[in-house]
């Protein structure tokens, strides 16, 4: 299973927030590329980058913090927020990103999303399944859709999906522990690599979504607060 450590990009810099609440925001680091020099001198090598600016203003926003990181690391990098066009795609990927999360295109333009599943290869394009209490969720969680996440999932899974996150809103940045339930019942209906991500708190939460089987973990408040260290997800790596 992947560990992947999470660097949120606000105005510059890296920050956490709460259930998606820009005004929860709490800034852990002026400079993204310090953290993420960090994460790979712990032995991490794989990074969840997602651009908040991007979010905010619907287009891709931290391209320059995005090249840095891959230009000066050698992190395989996966990259999101502000996903909206073949242009931004085309600038992630530039950018040094080897894989693009996107959701909100997914939900609103869905031939869009599958024109780019086919252009770019389902190796590239994560499809990024945000829910709420089992409903998906889009425009950086502000808005809700009636869709369950399992049909979401299973719909795109049939279109040629490969690789999806799935990030139960309700518990991100909570340190509350992982949707796990819903998780296995994602995999037990779809074959799809599934990646796991809001509320992990500890290695126990980590050994809990490896035995659910998940083809991977993101990880980001944990880190930041102190409650897993580096060196352990290093470990496990």
Not at 204 to 224: L, P, Q, S, T, W
């Amino acid at each position: 299973m992947r560990i992947i450590p999470a660097i949120d990009i606000l105005g510059g810099k890296c920050v956490r927030l709460t259930q998606g609440d820009f005004f929860s925001e709490k800034i852990y680091n002026e400079d993204p590329l310090e953290v993420a020099k960090e994460f790979w001198d712990n032995g991490l090598k794989y990074l969840h980058l997602v651009d908040l600016d991007g979010v905010k203003n619907k287009m891709i926003i931290n391209y320059k913090t995005l090249d840095r990181i891959a230009s000066k690391t050698s992190l395989t990098i996966d990259f999101g927020g502000g996903i909206r066009t073949e242009h931004d795609l085309k600038i992630a990927f530039s950018a040094g990103a080897k894989q693009v999360t996107v959701g909100s295109v997914a939900v609103s333009s869905r031939q869009l999303f599958t024109d780019w599943l086919e252009k770019f290869g389902n190796e590239r394009i994560i499809l990024g399944a945000d829910c709420r209490n089992r409903k998906i969720a889009t425009a950086g969680w502000t808005e809700k859709s009636e869709e369950d996440v399992l049909d979401f999932i299973s719909d795109y899974y049939n279109k040629g999906v490969k690789y999806s996150i799935c990030t139960d809103v309700g518990r991100d940045g909570t340190l509350k522990g992982p949707a796990t339930r819903l998780y296995k019942e994602i995999i037990r209906a779809v074959k799809i690599n599934l990646i796991a991500s809001g509320g992990i708190s500890s290695l126990k939460d980590i050994r809990e979504i490896r035995k659910a089987g998940c083809e991977g973990v993101i990880i980001g408040k944990a880190i930041y607060e102190g409650k897993i260290k580096l060196k352990e997800l290093g470990d496990l790596c």
